[in-house]
């Protein structure tokens, strides 16, 4: 089992920065692909970005260049910097990983799934 647990949401005005952090415990963390999805009140959960275990990553199309995904497997933590934040940012953020060394956009290939934490962009 993998055990996830973000942080860094919070409140920030339009045009702030955000950086979240997912730390992973329970199996190799360089075996992990690391995702991050996003998901408001009434919408489906959204692909927000990913990143396999030798650094290769994929990013939704409409947030790229705003959005940058990293990790750390030394710390067996993947970060997300969230920049220019824009108030159709607010959503509840999920940290997902999954067992096979390649990414994909689709929520249901992930495993494992942190709590999420909720960012809230005001305008």
């Known amino acids: 089992q993998v055990q996830l647990v973000e942080s860094g949401g919070g409140l920030v005005q339009a045009g702030g920065s955000l950086r979240l952090s997912c730390a992973a415990s329970?199996?190799?963390?360089?075996?992990?692909?690391m995702a991050w999805f996003r998901q408001s009140p009434g919408k489906e959960r959204e692909f927000v970005a990913a990143i396999n275990w030798s650094g290769g990553t994929t990013y939704a199309d409409s947030l790229m260049g705003r959005f940058t995904i990293s990790r750390d497997n030394a710390k067996n933590t993947v970060y997300l910097q969230m920049n220019s934040l824009k108030p159709e940012d607010t959503a509840t953020y999920y940290c997902?990983?999954?067992?096979?060394?390649?990414?994909?956009?689709?929520?249901?290939?992930?495993?494992?799934w942190g709590q999420g934490t909720q960012v809230t962009v005001s305008s």
């Open positions: 329970g199996r190799t963390f360089n075996a992990l692909t």
């Open positions: 997902a990983a999954r067992d096979q060394p390649v990414q994909t956009m689709r929520a249901h290939g992930y495993n494992y």
